[in-house]
């Protein structure tokens, strides 16, 4: 396998709208490109490889590498994406397991049983947001276009957790339920977590109106509410979604230090990214890929 590490600036001409500078890495394997997250190269024993729009074999609007079944693109390009893709983690797609998202908050835990649901066999669940894993090689799969992605690793108990959390699930705090999940099953602790809020709209991006925003102002308080919503004017508000999820963790007892956040906004780099915001929804769907691999 060749793997070549790249700036994100020089792969990503162009890009735009930095949170935090150095928190992802560009890289490329058998000429496909993906995203990490290098706060998460402490953890050899973890993979985690978020999509780009480039690499696939899909063509039009969901050029090139979509991940969706279920938005009009051809059954086998969607699957020969998979295929190019997982080959970039050595993995194949009999190793994942797909969430099947709702924008809900439910979270439930994947094992072998569940090995190539929503991608080589039907999926036995519905309305799941999150999933979490302490099984070797087993590749939690989550769908992304502007919301957010939210990872979890318990390096203490050797198990990880991968959620969906677009503004429903942030405001219902899906966070919440995969730490409290992970500390059921696993026994997990709030302070043994380590976390990554992944590329997606920034808050200069993403208009809401009155409805949502007032959902939010119920849900934080002070200086936090300054944080997430701005107002723009005429009943509309800015949201940011990245500090929402932030604020979640930290109310969850995560450590700040442990945190973090992502550099790149979905929107701002449409033509690298599928955005639903910026594409007026035609588009594909990214994808990130977790897994323990050792």
Same mark, same amino acid.
Request: aromatic share 10%; proline share 3%; hydrophobic share 35%.
């Given at each position: 396998?060749?793997?070549?590490?790249?700036?994100?600036?020089?792969?990503?001409?162009?890009?735009?709208?930095?949170?935090?500078?150095?928190?992802?890495?560009?890289?490329?394997?058998?000429?496909?490109?993906?995203?990490?997250?290098?706060?998460?190269?402490?953890?050899?024993?973890?993979?985690?490889?978020?999509?780009?729009?480039?690499?696939?074999?899909?063509?039009?609007?969901?050029?090139?590498?979509?991940?969706?079944?279920?938005?009009?693109?051809?059954?086998?390009?969607?699957?020969?994406?998979?295929?190019?893709?997982?080959?970039?983690?050595?993995?194949?797609?009999?190793?994942?397991?797909?969430?099947?998202?709702?924008?809900?908050?439910?979270?439930?835990?994947?094992?072998?049983?569940?090995?190539?649901?929503?991608?080589?066999?039907?999926?036995?669940?519905?309305?799941?947001?999150?999933?979490?894993?302490?099984?070797? %090689?087993?590749?939690?799969?989550?769908? !992304? @276009? *502007?919301?957010?992605?939210?990872?979890?690793? $318990?390096? /203490?108990?050797?198990?990880?957790?991968?959620?969906?959390?677009?503004?429903?699930?942030?405001?219902?705090?899906?966070?919440?339920?995969?730490?409290?999940?992970?500390?059921?099953?696993?026994?997990?602790?709030?302070?043994?977590?380590?976390?990554?809020?992944?590329?997606?709209?920034?808050?200069?991006?993403?208009?809401? %109106?009155?409805?949502?925003?007032?959902? !939010? @102002? *119920?849900?934080?308080?002070?200086?936090?509410? $300054?944080? /997430?919503?701005?107002?723009?004017?005429?009943?509309?508000?800015?949201?940011?979604?990245?500090?929402?999820?932030?604020?979640?963790?930290?109310?969850?007892?995560?450590?700040?230090?442990?945190?973090?956040?992502?550099?790149?906004?979905?929107?701002?780099?449409?033509?690298?990214?599928?955005?639903?915001?910026?594409?007026?929804?035609?588009?594909?769907?990214?994808?990130?890929?977790?897994?323990?691999?050792?």
């Amino acid at each position: 396998m060749n793997i070549n590490y790249i700036n994100a600036d020089k792969t990503f001409k162009g890009l735009k709208k930095a949170v935090i500078h150095n928190s992802t890495r560009i890289s490329v394997t058998n000429n496909i490109p993906y995203i990490e997250f290098t706060p998460f190269d402490r953890f050899d024993w973890v993979k985690l490889h978020f999509s780009t729009r480039l690499g696939g074999v899909s063509s039009g609007i969901y050029s090139s590498m979509n991940f969706s079944f279920d938005r009009g693109d051809s059954y086998d390009n969607v699957l020969r994406n998979y295929e190019l893709f997982l080959d970039t983690m050595d993995l194949k797609t009999s190793d994942c397991v797909c969430t099947k998202q709702t924008h809900t908050v439910n979270v439930i835990e994947a094992d072998y049983s569940m090995a190539g649901m929503g991608i080589t066999k039907p999926r036995s669940y519905d309305n799941i947001d999150g999933l979490i894993t302490n099984k070797k %090689d087993l590749c939690l799969v989550t769908y !992304f @276009a *502007d919301c957010v992605p939210v990872f979890f690793v $318990d390096p /203490v108990n050797r198990c990880i957790g991968a959620s969906h959390s677009g503004w429903r699930g942030t405001v219902g705090n899906i966070t919440h339920e995969t730490v409290q999940l992970m500390s059921s099953v696993y026994g997990s602790r709030p302070e043994y977590l380590h976390t990554f809020i992944g590329p997606s709209i920034c808050q200069q991006c993403y208009e809401v %109106d009155e409805n949502v925003a007032s959902q !939010f @102002a *119920d849900s934080y308080s002070g200086n936090e509410t $300054d944080m /997430v919503i701005d107002l723009k004017g005429n009943g509309k508000y800015l949201l940011n979604l990245q500090a929402a999820n932030y604020f979640n963790m930290v109310h969850e007892g995560i450590n700040p230090e442990n945190i973090g956040i992502t550099d790149i906004c979905t929107s701002c780099n449409s033509d690298l990214l599928f955005s639903h915001r910026a594409s007026h929804g035609k588009r594909g769907v990214l994808c990130g890929f977790m897994s323990i691999c050792r």
